[in-house]
């Protein structure tokens, strides 16, 4: 892998000296390896694998030494000598097809599959479909027939994996023959299909459908749980016996094991009104809804429960990106229909960290509350260092780092920080253009203590100690892991102007996973005379979209 920080202006530099002593020290790679094999044919792909580097990375260095060239899959000419006379021996593309697949074959020898079919066909070796696998000289074929395939799966009750294990080929492949043969596939793990009355008696009974479906009201999700089933199984029958269904929201959305075991148990618990899955319809003459996961009418207060993996909380890819974008979408929507009501996010990580429960005791005791009396006279207020207080927010903020700053204060106890915030010059000309010259933005601000008045205590000593004006500040309206959200109350204790909700933001998501800032592909789309949007898909980039957050100002 490149070490971080290697930049690939200094990589080529050395490498046009011939210094590859440096260069391996420098970058940890072997870079004349890394062309050397380029040249005898290697794909990006293959040079990702073997040397731990990304693509793209790989594309680009070899693109600024010059060396880069288009390649098609099947390009005779790109392809090493050696490989070459394998391609064209006939005697070992058989004795390699015995016991390989086109695929393993292609792998050892470093070429793409197209090419080396188009070996076999020069042949006239006949090729099979890729993915089987041969045991020994006999192919996999010759099992995959209706008998077969009837007694293994049905009779004897093996899944495909076993199958295909015994027979060596893959579990797709055994799955492609069944569909083919019109052999009725079971569901994936323990659940069968439902018309299988050995398997699923009640699901056979319309009556009871019925019963527990229009009379009980039960979901789909329900009765599935009661009977060791699944939900979709469930609309399947529910279909098949005509019985209309409530919501179209319902085959899509079914609740989770920690709404049902979690959630709903914490607000019976705490004796809260609530009622589940509760839709919302948009448009009379479309089919468009929301499903808000638990509606408090007496509170007017939508909750929704936010898995870390789909939320965008875990690892990232293209589908979170989609996810992310339709709960942003939900949330503007919602707080527009409904000026008068609230949405409360409550993530799966509040459930083992405690915060679910103080989330629903704070909705439950918001018109009861009273302050605290607090008194100023323990806490000590002082100007700082980024040093001195890196580790704290490294705890209490969720962005977890200290950015380049002009002020930074914090608050003590006995000694020990308690809240910090840190003022910096604002990192975009726009922010100037628009507020004055003199503008700051408080870019960090954390605290242990929550309740009291100690945060617009702390903003009121932070602001008569700053000369510049305005002050700007933003406001996360997501939730983070670990963190409670807030609206900006103690902002407005400080005397700081709600001003505006900032524009929809993105930035871009690599296929590693990694957020990129969109300033970084404009300044590369701008160096290549392309747009930004066409850098983007060169890099293989997906839009990743940022929440909005609430903008204060004072002075």
Known sequence: MIRIGARHSRIIELYKRRDFSTLIEYT??????????????Y?????????????????????????YEYRMGRNQNEISGDVKLLL?????????????TIVKIAKKLGVCNDTLRDAFRKFNIPVVNSEFKKC????????LNKDYLYRQYIKSGKTAQQIANEIGTSQSTVLKYLKEFEIKRRQNGKWQYADRESTFRMLNSKNFLYDEYVNKKKSAYQIALDIDSVDTIVLRKLQSFGIE?????????????????RLIPLLE???????????????????????????????????????????GYGNLNKTIAKNVYGDIKK??????????????????????????????????????RKRKKWNSSKYVFEKSTSSSVRDFVGENHYLRNVPANKYVFCVRVGGKIVAVAIFSQPSR????????????????????????????????????????????????????????????????????????????????LNANGRLLHKRAIWQRAKKNNVTESTQAKSENLTKFPEWPKNVFIYG
């Open 43 to 67: 794909t990006f792909k293959h040079l990702s694998r073997k040397y731990s580097i990304g693509v793209v990375s790989a594309w680009r260095i070899l693109k600024k030494l010059g060396i």
């Open 28 to 41: 940890g790679v072997d870079i004349a390896g890394f062309v050397d094999d380029y040249k005898h044919g």
């Open 136 to 143: 020994g000289n006999v192919s996999a074929v010759k099992f």
């Open 331 to 368: 949330w503007r929507i919602l707080t527009k229909r409904f000026p008068d009501h609230k949405i409360v996010y409550i993530l799966e990580s509040d459930f083992s960290d405690g915060l679910a429960e103080k989330i629903i005791d704070g909705i439950i005791n918001e018109k009861k």
């Open 245 to 261: 269904r409530r919501s179209s929201l319902e085959y899509a959305n079914s609740r989770s094991s920690l709404h049902d075991h």
């Open 88 to 100: 064209d021996n006939e005697n070992f593309l058989r004795k390699e097809f015995e016991v390989c």
């Open 269 to 311: 618990e705490k004796n809260v009104k609530h009622i589940t899955s509760h839709i919302i319809k948009m448009s009379s003459s479309k089919n468009w809804a929301y499903e808000i996961d638990e509606y408090l009418p007496d509170h007017k207060i939508f909750l929704e429960l936010q898995g870390t993996y789909w939320h």
């Open 429 to 508: 000309n726009e922010q100037r253009k628009k507020y004055g010259k003199n503008v700051i933005e408080l870019s960090r601000y954390c605290s242990s203590e929550h309740g009291t008045n100690l945060n617009s205590w702390f903003l009121s000593k932070c602001i008569n100690q700053i000369e510049e004006r305005p002050i700007i500040t933003y406001a996360d309206i997501t939730r983070y892991p670990g963190k409670l959200s807030h609206s900006g109350t103690m902002y407005k204790a400080a005397n700081f102007k709600y001003l505006r909700m900032t524009e929809t933001n993105y930035r871009y």
